[in-house]
């Protein structure tokens, strides 16, 4: 059974559209990315998952609870972290969490809440007022809130938006433990990097649509181009080496060049030539096709 199944997912806010038919599952146990630029549809999608928004046509179900009409089921099995900070600022950490396990109808929940604070570093504020909290702590919380009834399927919506380099690692941590458990998680962002290191497949969405979806190794070696980069002070690039350019940055006193490299033995080739040249460069580096490079690609391609 899949974890997430969408079918034919389409939602209109007046006459802008921001879905168009979307379909796709995520398989149970997986670590998925649901990668976008601003305004493709993704938080809308992750809304309609959690029932709070109703999509217009299509329908989408949580380990096979539909999520209009099995709704109770379909968000027992979710937890959602959403990206807006929302609180009630009167409570403390831990009892805005056993307020969230009561609606849950979980009693004895105190183990798991304990364990959930101790994993997200917040022992020391578990009895702080929500309203004392920085934007930092006050993301951790939300996070806590969306795993309180040990949700099978976990939707993360751009968790580390803002926050410092400890809380993500924390983060990490604690969600990566939690899917080599089993749980399925679902993550946006727009921290390319993050979706490359942790997720196993990538839905990449442009204007309500998906335009790639398909492992993480198989979306990088959609581009087998890398870049080598290298600064010359005092020398024009010979012409021979013009048709690899594709960037060239000026600065003050010197020329950033970025050329692009479809084999080894193209760098070979770059180097030979600066050196008959007798050009020294300064700045050398290497840098590998990355999830970056297959985004902007994508973006630029996919049209609208
Ligand atoms: N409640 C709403 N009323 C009207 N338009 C909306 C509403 N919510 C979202 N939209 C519009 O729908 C489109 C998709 O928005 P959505 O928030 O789903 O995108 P996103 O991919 O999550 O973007 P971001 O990366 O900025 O969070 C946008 O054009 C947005 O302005």
Redesign the pocket.
């Known amino acids: 059974m899949s974890a997430i199944d969408i079918r034919h997912i389409s ?1 209109c ?2 006459s ?1 559209q ?2 168009k038919d979307v379909t796709f599952s995520i398989e149970e146990g997986e670590f998925f990315g649901l990668l ?12 309609i998952m959690a029932g709070l ?1 109703k999509a217009d046509t299509g329908n989408v179900t949580i380990l096979g609870h539909d999520v209009v009409m099995d709704y109770q089921a379909a968000r027992k099995s979710l937890g959602v972290v959403p ?1 807006e900070l929302v609180f009630d600022p009167f409570f403390t950490v831990r009892e805005t969490l056993r307020l969230q396990s009561g609606y849950f109808g979980l009693k004895n929940n105190d183990d798991w809440i304990d364990e959930v604070i101790s994993n997200l570093d917040l022992s020391d504020k578990a009895d702080t007022n929500m309203r004392a909290l920085s934007g930092g702590m006050k993301r951790r919380v939300l996070v806590a809130q969306a795993l309180v009834h040990k949700p099978p399927v976990i939707v993360l ?2 968790p580390t938006a803002g926050v410092d380099v400890e809380l993500r690692q924390t983060l990490w941590q604690f969600i990566g433990r939690l899917n080599r458990e089993g749980h399925t998680i679902v993550l ?1 962002t ?1 921290y390319l990097e993050e979706a490359q290191t942790w997720c196993d497949r990538i839905a990449m ?1 442009k204007s ?1 649509k998906v335009v790639a979806l398909d492992t993480t190794e198989a979306l990088l070696h959609r581009i087998s181009e890398s870049k080598l980069i290298f600064k010359l002070d005092d020398h024009e690039l010979p012409d021979s080496l013009k048709t690899f350019v594709s960037q060239c940055d000026i600065s003050p006193g010197s020329k950033t060049w970025t050329l692009r490299i479809n084999h080894y033995s193209d760098i070979e080739e770059i180097l030979s030539e600066l050196r008959k040249h007798d050009i020294v460069i300064s700045d050398l580096q290497f840098r590998q096709a990355d999830l970056e490079d297959v985004f902007l690609q994508l973006m630029d391609t996919s049209g609208n």
């Open positions: 939602k806010y007046r802008l921001a879905l976008g630029p601003n305004g493709a549809g993704k938080t809308t999608l992750i809304s928004v990206q919506d751009e946006t727009h969405m309500g």
